[in-house]
């Protein structure tokens, strides 16, 4: 779920390419706990790529396709 209001901020400091694991640090609510995550650092180059195939793509970010992707089969809404 989502709080109204509530502002939140990644940091990530990656000193070479490559796959990072990562997991939700703040209490906000059943199975915070569980939340992981794998972070993909890349070059400035091989980001802007990706972005360019991502803009392309035409994949919607909206409740279907978080539905879709979420293993538990819940969903925030947006």
Known sequence: SVMGGMVTQLNLEATRPGRFMGENTMYNGDGFNQQKFT???MTPGEFQAWV???QESGIPV????LEAISP???SAEI
């Open 72 to 74: 538990t089969g819940r």
């Open 52 to 54: 360019r195939n991502a």
């Open 39 to 41: 972070t993909v650092a």
């Open 62 to 65: 909206n409740g279907a396709t």
